[in-house]
């Protein structure tokens, strides 16, 4: 199993981005910082997102948009 943190912080600052880490490049537990942390062509491999609290939905809107241009 390969975890990867894209972010450990409870917000946003210069270097720091919210919680998010990607297992094995296919499940992100949180996704706050899952569109800033990583390039397009590493987020359309993600295929499940586990959210623990409500802040995680709006990245994930966000991702989708830049997705479909």
Not at 17 to 45: F, H, N, W, Y
């Amino acid at each position: 199993m390969e975890i990867e943190v894209l972010g450990g912080f409870g917000g946003e600052c210069l270097g720091c981005r919210m919680t998010c880490l990607l297992i094995d490049e296919r499940l992100a537990l949180d996704a706050g910082s899952l569109s800033k942390a990583l390039p397009m062509e590493r987020q359309v491999g993600v295929r499940s997102v586990l959210l623990s609290h409500s802040h995680g939905v709006a990245a994930l809107f966000y991702r989708e948009r830049l997705r479909q241009g």
